[in-house]
């Protein structure tokens, strides 16, 4: 942002854009106005990443309109979270639309080649942890990452995850997913060298409080490489991960 | 009690005791009253376990006081939790006792023999867990146990665990003592083929929140063998654990 | 686990196994994948109960697909909890499965003979606590151990509880089920002289918060010999009462 | 209030006072205005109890000026609760007062003869508590009631209760007081047929989180007749239970 | 219960009841036993209140079940809260039933005189607070009270609660029913010198939390007199004011 | 009120109204009692703004005879909040109601001209927030004031906020309307040099906790002009708004 | 700052400024870094406020160095909050400083003629509320208002309100502060028609939570015109009265 | 680990390990134990970062050991966090050690030369949370990274943040610590296109919890590349960056 305010001061003082112009410039330029959205359209450039829709609490229509607006404007591929099977249904009869139901995810355009450093590893302590697994895999795939999950390896079953100590050594970020206790994020943070991204889910009943037993857990992690996403925090956690794989020497 | 309802029923029957003395003897029997405590000097009888004091929120002389009047009626051994050193200073006055500073646990009197069924293994987290794990452990010592001490071998490390994967396997009864997250629990429950009891502790900071979230961790452990006391009460885990270890064929 | 080490260890020495079939097995042996699901086939040796199928969050086919890769690699019974109706009937299409549609509990294969130390008591504060009971009770028999069930026996009638004395003293672990303000726990666990384990209920409402208040009411037993699990977790209750009531010598 | 209203108005119409002093009568009649405090001289008259002082976050001049206040306009005497020893000497140069600090409570003026229907029993569960029941006995008895005190019968030792079943059945009121998981309220509750209020303390330590495990507890009783005042709030037990016991037929 | 052990004991001595007999009076007499369910039709004699049933977590059939083991035991009247127009439906096909659908009451049986020491005025800060207000004021009704309503008189207009300033004065109970903030209770606590039991309601949203602001709030309350009961249990506060209206001088 | 009390008294004096019926008016003039509701019909006069109906809770029959009775005793316009759509048809049939479905507003009789000093501004970080921002703004239009709506222009792209700085600053009022984590307040908080009212909303999932965390949050602001209202409370807001834009030199 | 872009912009087009030059001004100018803390040097302009020095957490030396910098950069007034007493005798050595230790305040500079629209009330419902209260009014009075305490007028003697009625009648802003159950915010609420902020205060025990029960009771305020700050945060409430008795018409 | 496995496998083939030997290699290698704590020494290996000493909770003496036995094998730098002066004293008797009081974090040994990808940025929202930024920022220094300490830039002025923009989006980790709301994190979130780790501290007061606000703030952050770690976690948050600016192409 500081360069565009340099980019358009340059062009008002060359005498290409006047006064009110570049007011005008900087008011209305980075996004679209829909009335119930403000379409953000140059966050591509200024966050290396591609606009997403969180889905929930918008009807079928706004986000149609959001994903024709960002098409319009040249963004290619879209990413919606949390997408009702209702609101997909809408969407796909204006466009072609992937849509994956257990975890609510839908998916507009194609799909990239994987360009990230390594590989994302994300690991569920159980089998009611997959939806939310489901929707870091699906983000960290649609942002250019290679991905492997390993799923149902929590901790009551040691040997079910040092079976797989090979892959989550070789892993550059590893997502662990888990509800009840969230265990799983300490002992995994324990084992490998690379950043670790927590989730707390909220499977679970009574105590686990809807997802607070677990994100307790991991906030208190005494393994040091741990940080920690909102409960059931899917997309977070594989945009999270695919920052990490991404970076570069600056 | 049931018991003790019909020996009196029968010496009212065979005219050994009169219908008032009856009542009476029902409502002295069983304690001393102090005043500011009532003594309960049946408990022996009634639950197999020998009284204990907890000393917190009694003065020293009520201490004192409390542990005359047990010995007047015959108990041995005392054991006091949660004393205060000035309390041990005051109770070593008139007798002899053997006080732990930093587990804040007196003994008056001889330790038993260990005349328990198998070995209680205490396993802490970390090395500031000791203290509550001192206290369980001098509690299942003073109620006739063999004790098996394995410090700071928490899960952000797994090898320390492992490492003692023996002594665990031969346990009669495992007390898992963590704070933080306490995963230590579900990691041990998941491995040992004996009830487990769990210890949270307020060691930690932050979103600890003061042993409530290794609490909450150890209520929803996935490991089924699991059950859980209150936050550093090492003393219920020691008595709860002896309890088990000297189970019997009815 | 350490055992087994040692076993592959030796065929690595003597040869009958190579280094890499060493690792392979090692990884492949005590569980089968499933994809959705790492079906646990060693927790018998290692643990001593057959795997059990917490139901809630899978679909009646992942249930499904996880007990026939149970029987196919020779468990014979299988218990699984928190089974919806659907689920129940989607399995009994491939087997035979007794089903109790109050406390949602499944058994598929034959009932073992009590093999327990004694009887284990299942008593309940309410006749809504039932339910929850029943899962405790269920599992406890599945686990062969011989039950008693005292239902609404709570505190405000103390003689439907003192009616029960005999039973309560000859047991050899007590299970306690209570909503509300959970004082069933600490009565029954100032009478008896065997572990008691506490499973608070959701049953109550406003200020019950869910169970909380009953969990926070039993973890602050002033009873010494009361152990906690989750809110409503009959089963775990069951589970840890049949660890208890099986304890050996060693 | 409405009666008074009715008699100025009748002043009024009579010419005994006119509009502005009846305006004047009705705002500075019933309190004297100490700039920090405002000490209500009507309350005896309209509520049947003279007034109490809170002394926690008043310093002692504030304490010693409100009583000064009080005796200044009539009322003979004063009961001040959560007050400091610093308080105490400080008011005890200007005038008598009986000072228990164990309970921080002060008594200025003589005390009344018993006036009441029946007797209030005062009940703890441990002697930690001993410190707020002295508070709601004291208050009651400084408002004109008979007070029997009943210490140390929580419920993990039945048989200590049960022995003073006789004393409970008579009284009219029991104030129950009670902390970790506060199961003498219902109990108690069940037992007699008086109004019980129940005083939860913030006796306890990690998961009774300061007295909330009692409050919940108390809320959530099983027994019909309880109902529950703050946390450690002796006070307002001892103000209710003398309000019940005065009683009067209409 | 001191009185029946007597009874028995005398009965013993003179030779009119065996041992065993006794044992089997003492475990018996009290309640009948409907395996789901032990009826206390003992309750009316000890505590001066026929039984209750609490409707919730019961099906129509135990509902059913219960009123009719209380009839045949001699019962005549029977209240029952939380009742489910199904379950309503169910009982009036076996015995006549008064049903109220808005706060879920069902009455069997005759309604008594109001026998009570003066009236119990029952008052609400909202028009959504009615349904628990009534359930309070049913059942002191039910209980012998003569009760006023005084619905819709919250602080936020004052004037609409001085305009029954005099009904206040002359109850012998007031129960202050309100959600929200719940700062009834204060305001009528601070004019009346009768006993007040408040009842917060789950009228709200957002920070009421479902009830839990009205009853932090009333358990805080500056005014004296003001004791409190678990959110929503109109039952409960009906209850405790049919006590305090029947006290009798001892 | 205190001007009311010196009229009646005045005409008490000139003998133009009775004591007794000084008394009367006092009592029932300042609303109408229709059993379930006392229509607060003064409050016009005493706080300067039409009686509003929160919908929530109340049956259509209820809301049609509140309004009617403010109908009949001069109140042209009436707002009801929280109205189901079934209340708004109920109503509809005698007399004519502009609903609006998306925030369940109500609103019946002639919208006022906007009187007030200058404009509000009401902000929401997300398109999810709308409908709360909705009900402020409706609520603030129906008392008179004119409103500007900004919306989705939450923090994580903060040029959509910087591009209306001018209608910012221009301000007399902002609402600021956000869930999540609410950081919006603080930020336009740090902008602007007028009250600024935060409205927390429930948007959001996991550890929002029904928007806990924006409250806190708001009420943490470090940006010194922000005061806060409850949970999804627009009306609150737009009435406060409403107030301040309303202010006058006294 | 929208109209300091526009400045700058001329500036560039007009030649005045080079873009370099713009550029290193709008990052420079409104703010002097100390290290420790960026001093706002622009907020008067920007805000209409004198910068506030929030003294908790900050050392002496930092307070002092804050107020040099501001002093040196034209600000004549300053104040500061949470001051300790040890960092008002340092920053006394260097300047007069006026210091207020019951409510931690300094004042440095001359206070301001008042000039707001009209008066604010300061409101207290007991005299331990007070502190709170003189932050708040002495932030009102350096801001330019013209402050009226109403000190220990609490809802439970409601007269003690009701005789300042026509003082809280003329007040352009309410401020009401009280801890417990802070009903005082809905009750006067219901009787002024200008806008109130409630401050709930720390005062209190047990059930309070430190300022949680009365912060609840504000949120939920049944009264429309009421909003609410942080805890004990009697300078924020003091900053929004000022704001709103000097809104302008627009 | 599965790597070691390997190594001592093939040991164990070619005869240069016997099996014992094997076992025992495998269980005490990787730490030496103190018996109060379990030193691990193998972690650089593992893990890629030096122990370090988590100093809350250990004594003096205790702190000393591990260090001493650190150095004894091979370990020539050690970071102290959360250390005491008094800790610091007694380690500097037997080496040398550079102590930061403020932060308390302790460093022994040499300190690396930055060997990172790029730079990290440490931004504080106030000058409160320097002393947990200071932790963060030594911690990575430590690991071997650039840092760029940006201190007091908080929202509520939010010039003093975008002034320094350009240094924000050239980072390659940021490192955002904020208490009160937390709302930095959000808002550096939405400007930088790295990873960011959110420490909400305990900076504030009442409504902030100890830090709870800010936590669940961070927690619900709007801008998707923020992770968060436990309250005033200045290590953790030091700790992660460091591995995240130390990924490499895999």
Redesign the interface.
């Given at each position: 942002?500081?360069l565009s305010?340099?980019n358009i001061?340059?062009q008002?003082?060359s005498?290409k854009l006047s006064?009110e112009d570049?007011?005008l410039h900087?008011?209305?330029a980075?996004?679209e106005d829909l009335?119930?959205?403000?379409v953000?359209l140059?966050?591509k450039l200024?966050?290396?990443?591609a606009e997403?829709i969180?889905g929930?609490?918008?009807t079928p229509r706004?986000i149609a309109g959001i994903i024709k607006s960002m098409q319009y404007n040249g963004q290619k591929s879209v990413l919606i979270t949390r997408m009702s099977e209702e609101a997909a249904a809408y969407v796909s009869e204006s466009c072609r639309i992937e849509y994956h139901p257990e975890c609510r995810v839908g998916m507009v355009g194609p799909m990239p080649t994987p360009n990230g450093?390594?590989?994302i590893v994300v690991a569920t302590?159980?089998?009611?942890d997959?939806q939310v697994a489901e929707e870091a895999a699906l983000t960290a795939e649609f942002l250019g990452n290679k991905v492997n999950r390993l799923?149902?390896?929590?901790?009551?079953?040691?040997?079910?995850l040092?079976?797989?100590?090979?892959e989550l050594?070789?892993a550059?970020?590893v997502i662990t997913i888990a509800?009840?206790?969230?265990?799983l994020?300490?002992?995994i943070?324990?084992?490998?060298?690379?950043?670790v991204?927590a989730v707390?889910t909220?499977?679970?009943?009574?105590?686990?409080?809807?997802?607070?037993?677990?994100?307790?857990?991991?906030?208190?992690?005494?393994?040091?490489?741990?940080?920690?996403?909102?409960?059931?925090?899917g997309?977070?956690?594989g945009?999270?991960a695919s920052?990490?794989?991404h970076?570069?020497?600056?």
């Amino acid at each position: 942002m500081a360069l565009s305010i340099q980019n358009i001061l340059k062009q008002v003082k060359s005498g290409k854009l006047s006064v009110e112009d570049a007011i005008l410039h900087l008011k209305t330029a980075p996004f679209e106005d829909l009335g119930y959205a403000k379409v953000d359209l140059h966050r591509k450039l200024r966050q290396g990443a591609a606009e997403v829709i969180y889905g929930s609490g918008k009807t079928p229509r706004q986000i149609a309109g959001i994903i024709k607006s960002m098409q319009y404007n040249g963004q290619k591929s879209v990413l919606i979270t949390r997408m009702s099977e209702e609101a997909a249904a809408y969407v796909s009869e204006s466009c072609r639309i992937e849509y994956h139901p257990e975890c609510r995810v839908g998916m507009v355009g194609p799909m990239p080649t994987p360009n990230g450093l390594g590989t994302i590893v994300v690991a569920t302590g159980g089998t009611s942890d997959i939806q939310v697994a489901e929707e870091a895999a699906l983000t960290a795939e649609f942002l250019g990452n290679k991905v492997n999950r390993l799923y149902d390896v929590g901790v009551s079953g040691l040997h079910r995850l040092l079976a797989h100590l090979d892959e989550l050594m070789q892993a550059n970020v590893v997502i662990t997913i888990a509800g009840m206790e969230g265990a799983l994020a300490s002992v995994i943070g324990g084992l490998v060298n690379c950043p670790v991204i927590a989730v707390p889910t909220s499977v679970g009943y009574g105590a686990s409080f809807h997802g607070l037993s677990a994100l307790l857990s991991m906030l208190n992690s005494c393994a040091s490489g741990v940080s920690v996403v909102n409960i059931d925090n899917g997309f977070g956690a594989g945009f999270i991960a695919s920052r990490i794989n991404h970076v570069k020497a600056k």
